[in-house]
C-alpha cells in the first residue's frame, strides 16, 4: 500500500498512482483503517514528515512500515520525470 500523508492540496498537484491520501494530521485518528500486517511505503513530498508517519505507525503495531526516502520530489527526478513538481 502506498500512504501518502500530505495535504489534500499537495495530493492534488502531484501523486504516485496508487497511493492513498491520509494527511498526517489525520493519523492519529484514522490508522485504525491500516491493516497492522499490510505493507506500507510512506510518502511525503521530501521524505520528513512520512517518516514520523512510518515512526508512529511502528509504534502502534505496524509491522512492515517503509519510509520513501526523498518523497515525491525524489520520485519526480529519479523515477517519473514526467510528474509535476513543487
Known sequence: MLL???QPWEFECCRIEGAELMPMATLPSRHGELDP??????????GV???H?????EHNGHT????LTGG???WA???DATMPTY
Open 64 to 67: 512492515r512500515v517503509t519510509n
Open 4 to 6: 501518502d500523508v500530505r
Open 72 to 74: 515525491v520530489d525524489a
Open 53 to 57: 508517519a512510518a515512526r508512529f505507525l
Open 37 to 46: 500486517n499490510r505493507e506500507v511505503v510512506v510518502i511525503c513530498h521530501h
Open 49 to 51: 514528515r512520512s517518516y
Open 77 to 79: 527526478k529519479e523515477v
